[in-house]
């Protein structure tokens, strides 16, 4: 019994080493996509689509050479040399494919359905202002209030037109007002793309001390709770405020909020004011010190 099973297994094992032999010796034909790869790109030019072309091709040959065929680093080789800018008409042939060695493959038919245009971009230099990034509101607002001086202000791009043009500027990384040391920092640029080339990779930071203005700023209300029965005297209040001259004479007073404390409005009392002024502007000071608080009849 034993022996009959072993007779069996060697009897199935041959006959797989056959069928193995047919297939990999008999001729076969098999369709693949094959890649193109051009060469001899003119230099000013680049091309302005990144996929991959494949076409569809048929082969022929021994079955081993099929499999290696599938799994080999076969392609087409176009020589680009006589290319122009934009549409260029693909022209292609068996003589293109390109076949490593130990593989004995033959071109049967190459199954382009329509013409394939291949488009070709320029490449142009270009200058384009550079735009500061902000770490966080808090630095933004800081930075708003300073007189800055970027150098260079504008960089020099390299890379293909399509790109190029529509970009208005470049950026750089975030900055923070905690990387400044006395009062410069430098600060990398962001390369909005792996095919575009900046002249210069960072840029120096400079804040340029401003001159300080005082401007008082007065009939400021002071606001309260009008729902407690309660009056205030007087009503409004003057502010002495220091600020960059630039920016406090752009100063909205509606900015600068006068208000009281809730919990300490009771009648016949007096109660200090709160002030709060825009980040970047100080309080140098301001009057009435305290209001008087009126109760009034329901």
Known sequence: MSKNIWLKILAIFIAIIIWLQQILLSEQVTELNIPIQFINIPHNLILANKKVITIPV?????????????????????????????????????????????????????????????KLDRIIETQKKIVLRYNSTEDMQFFAKQKIIVEPDFVSIKGPEILLKPLKNIETEFISRKD????????????????????????????????????????????????KNLNIIPSK????????????????????????????LKPNTFVGLKISVPAGFEIIEYTPIKVQIIGTQK
């Open 58 to 118: 048929i082969f022929s040959g021994k079955g081993k050479d099929m499999i290696l065929l599938k799994f080999s680093n076969t392609y087409f080789e176009i020589n680009a040399i006589d290319f122009k800018y934009w549409n260029n008409l693909l022209k292609i042939s068996d003589q293109d494919i390109r076949i490593p060695d130990y593989i004995l493959a033959e071109v049967k038919k190459i199954n382009i359905q329509k013409n394939i245009l291949i």
């Open 237 to 264: 209040a003057s502010i002495l405020i220091e600020g960059p001259e630039k920016l406090i004479n752009s100063l909205n007073p509606k900015s600068i909020d006068v208000s009281l404390d809730d919990k300490k």
């Open 180 to 227: 400044m040391r006395n009062n410069k920092m430098e600060v990398l640029l962001k390369n909005p793309s792996n095919e575009i080339s900046l002249l210069d990779e960072k840029v120096s930071i400079y804040l340029k001390k401003t001159e300080n203005k005082k401007k008082l700023f007065s009939l400021i209300p002071i606001s309260f709770p009008h729902n």
